[in-house]
């Protein structure tokens, strides 16, 4: 299948405006957003883990690539591939990994600059930077065009430096990332921060908490907002509660007021209108 008018269209998105790029974590959630209308999707690596029983980034390469082809081949909308840190340390295994990505139909792919290693949480400078280089050239040689997120995982792993964050996104873009993402940043003032730190480019805002709604993020300056893996786990509230209450005390009461899933797929049937 041909993908080109997917990454074509998810390039346009990041062209103006502000659009939200909801993260499914399945074929049944990718097709319930799309049907709402949403104009782009991204895939979650903690939703994904979560529904095979596992912790986030706790699935492997060849699960995370099977994932998104299904994804991809599951929606008509552009889906933006949430590929940790690439599934490798070295520039030019992250390359190799990046060019298997592009070949499933995703049309945008994330790579963070986090190390698993607690001890030193993310990668020194210099080989983060190689690293988004290693990323655009797999791309540039894919001929796919797909569009490159660098990740700066600071606020993820507790260091809460804005100006390292920024001198590392900044140094991301240079070296070829066509957008910018810093999760768990939440304020307005951190928001501008970044957009202008790398303007023109765009930037990608997580909203994982109530702290900023898509209108105020527009008039900052982001132009994609995602939620990473909050809307999953909204859901596994919802079902972690109903379950621990039959295990409890053998009540059903959660099982009161709930949706008509099934009508959510009937063919030809969309929940909201596309804006």
Excluded at 6 to 11: H, L, Q, S, T
Excluded at 68 to 82: C, M, Q, R, S, Y
Excluded at 160 to 186: F, K, M, N, Q, V
Excluded at 187 to 205: F, G, H, L, M, R
């Amino acid at each position: 299948m041909d993908y080109s008018d997917r990454v074509e269209a998810f390039r346009s998105l990041h062209a103006e405006g502000c659009f939200v790029m909801p993260n499914p974590w399945d074929v049944g959630t990718a097709v319930a957003l799309e049907r709402m209308g949403f104009k782009a999707l991204a895939s979650t690596s903690a939703g994904f883990a979560w529904s095979v029983g596992r912790p986030d980034n706790g699935v492997s390469l060849e699960q995370t690539l099977e994932h998104l082809g299904e994804l991809a081949a599951a929606v008509a909308v552009p889906v933006n591939a949430d590929f940790e840190g690439g599934f490798a340390d070295a520039p030019e295994q992250v390359a190799e990994n990046v060019k298997l990505a592009a070949a499933t139909g995703i049309a945008g792919l994330s790579i963070e600059d986090s190390t698993g290693n607690a001890d030193e949480p993310l990668y020194p400078f210099e080989l983060a930077v190689e690293r988004i280089r290693a990323a655009r050239r797999a791309i540039d040689d894919s001929g796919t065009g797909v569009v490159l997120t660098g990740r700066c995982e600071s606020f993820v792993v507790g260091i809460s430096d804005l100006g390292d964050t920024l001198r590392r996104l900044e140094a991301y873009a240079e070296a070829g990332a066509d957008c910018l993402y810093a999760p768990r940043i939440e304020t307005a003032e951190q928001i501008s921060a970044v957009v202008e730190a790398v303007a023109p480019k765009p930037v990608n805002v997580l909203v994982n908490a109530p702290f900023v709604t898509v209108a105020e993020a527009a008039s900052l300056g982001a132009r994609r907002i995602s939620v990473g893996g909050t809307l999953a786990r909204t859901a596994w509230a919802g079902f972690l509660a109903a379950a621990e209450e039959i295990a409890e005390s053998g009540a059903f009461t959660r099982f009161a007021g709930l949706p008509n899933v099934d009508a959510r797929f009937v063919p030809g049937r969309r929940t909201l209108p596309r804006r």
